[in-house]
């Protein structure tokens, strides 16, 4: 069903960038952090990046960068220790570091962004919910209950879709569909998501 589909995306473009901001924000502002980014850094970074990265100076805010960024500034300057597998790989199921959490919700972006079928069937929605919910779970544990996105996760299963925004995040999601991947050997490990469909977007991440 295409509104199960709508339901997995409102946790992929709204509640997992929310948790990456909040793990962002517990370890450093983000004017501290445009600092950071020098010249080599943001030489690996295409054109629309380096503008999202402004706003860090002059927003003082994360509320502008998307998963691919984010992921990339707390692997590139090791903002949080890395996964219990290093960066890249797909945890194992009883790895709970924060940074395996930041790998499941990079991965399970990845793997909702380039489905080709918007049509899901229960069993497979439900068990991206209890993945969805166990890492909200874990989030809201690692920041001692002043976060709700379990409860958030659980919201968005049951919350009232009509056709208006099902369709809003259907095409949140196209738009993620639009950047096919194509992984080149770069540097420290970087990945090119080059643009296409007419997107003319590029995105370097790891």
Same mark, same amino acid.
């Not at 995306?9 to 960038?17: E, Q, T, Y």
């Not at 996964?83 to 945890?91: D, E, R």
């Not at 709970?96 to 079928?117: G, K, Q, S, T």
């Given at each position: ?25 517990? !370890? ?10 020098? !010249? $080599?850094?943001? *030489? ?6 380096? &503008?999202?990265? $402004?706003?860090? $100076?002059?927003? +003082? ?57 918007? *049509?899901?069937?229960?069993? &497979? ?9 166990e ?25 009232p ?9 259907? +095409? ?12 080149h ?18 995105? $370097?991440?790891?």
């Amino acid at each position: 069903m295409r509104e199960l589909y709508s339901r997995i995306a409102i946790v992929i473009i709204d509640i997992f960038p929310d948790i990456l901001r909040d793990i962002l924000q517990s !370890t450093i502002s983000p004017q501290d952090l445009y600092k950071k980014c020098d !010249t $080599k850094f943001l *030489n690996s970074c295409f054109s629309d990046q380096q &503008t999202y990265l $402004k706003t860090l $100076k002059f927003e +003082n805010s994360f509320s502008y960068l998307d998963i691919p960024i984010m992921y990339k500034l707390l692997r590139y300057f090791s903002l949080i220790s890395p996964p219990s597998k290093g960066w890249g790989k797909a945890p194992d199921p009883t790895d709970r570091l924060i940074a395996d959490d930041v790998e499941r919700i990079r991965m399970l972006r990845n793997e909702i962004a380039h489905r080709c079928d918007a *049509n899901i069937d229960k069993n &497979t929605c439900d068990d991206f919910f209890v993945e969805f919910s166990e890492i909200g779970e874990r989030i809201d544990t690692h920041f001692t209950g002043q976060t709700s996105y379990e409860q958030r996760v659980n919201d968005c299963r049951i919350c009232p879709m009509d056709i208006k925004m099902q369709r809003k995040y259907e +095409n949140a999601v196209k738009e993620l569909e639009n950047l096919k991947l194509s992984v080149h050997a770069q540097g420290a490990g970087f990945a090119i998501r080059k643009g296409w469909g007419g997107m003319g977007v590029d995105v $370097k991440l790891f």
